[in-house]
């Protein structure tokens, strides 16, 4: 079946940095990257999903990028302020209830 | 905006209580889904709803049933509820002709005692 592996599973920035989390999968058939934001206490909330067709998209500070060669896509937040802190998931699907979610990091944005 | 309710945010029941644990969605949603989330495991797939009365086991079904008697509501049912089952569970919901996102409840925090 499908692994996802993702990194780093701790994210320490000072606000107004950058953060990336990287995720790998291995199913080739994937074809749908979400990523998740999960508040404590809370559900996770999509925020953002790219598509195996597209390369790259953007909304406003989050963007994701896909590579499919590699079998790799990452999560770029810039602009980092303190109410990103959260958990992050990634996950790979190739199909309705086939979903295979990253381990998450756990982003800290330090005032 | 799409609404998953799961009605119970905090249970502690006993070792041997049947548990059950409802999620409403409103969106006319045709797929839905019972996940388990531990920490350092990530999310697993307990069971999953295409359909009413219809289901499928997911990743880690034992000690699990499920039940969707009308599109909207899916419950998880622990027959005899044991420690190792203390965990948080989420509730998603997805359409089936729009791709695969699929949408989350608050989850619900079991403990078993």
């Known amino acids: 079946g499908e692994n996802v592996e993702q990194h780093p599973s701790t994210l320490s920035v000072q606000e107004g940095d950058s953060a990336v989390i990287k995720c790998t999968y291995s199913?080739?058939?994937?074809?749908?990257f979400p990523w998740y934001k999960q508040e404590l206490g809370k559900g996770p909330q999509l925020i953002i999903d790219?598509?195996?067709?597209?390369g790259e998209k953007k909304d406003q500070r989050i963007a994701v990028t896909l590579n499919k060669t590699a079998k790799h896509f990452s999560l770029h937040i810039t602009e980092t302020q303190p109410e990103d802190s959260a958990v992050y998931f990634c996950a790979a699907s190739k199909s309705v209830n086939q979903f295979y979610f990253g381990t998450g990091t756990s982003l800290t944005v330090i005032p | 905006d799409v609404k998953v309710t799961q009605s119970s945010r905090y249970l502690v029941k006993r070792t041997g209580e049947k548990v059950f644990l409802e999620c409403v969605q409103d969106m006319d949603h045709e797929n839905m889904f019972w996940y388990r989330q531990d920490p350092g495991l990530g999310l697993r797939l307990i069971y999953f709803?295409?359909?009413?009365?219809?289901?499928e086991k997911g990743d880690i079904p034992e000690g699990y049933s499920v039940s969707r008697e009308k599109k909207e509501r899916f419950s998880l049912i622990l027959e005899s509820a044991s420690t190792n089952q203390t965990s948080m569970y989420l509730c998603?919901?997805?359409?089936?002709?729009?791709?695969?996102?699929?949408?989350f409840g608050e989850g619900s925090w079991l403990t078993v005692v």
């Open positions: 998603a919901s997805s359409l089936a002709d729009r791709g695969n996102t699929i949408y």
């Open positions: 199913d080739s058939a994937s074809n749908y």
């Open positions: 709803s295409y359909d009413v009365k219809m289901k």
């Open positions: 790219i598509r195996s067709n597209v």
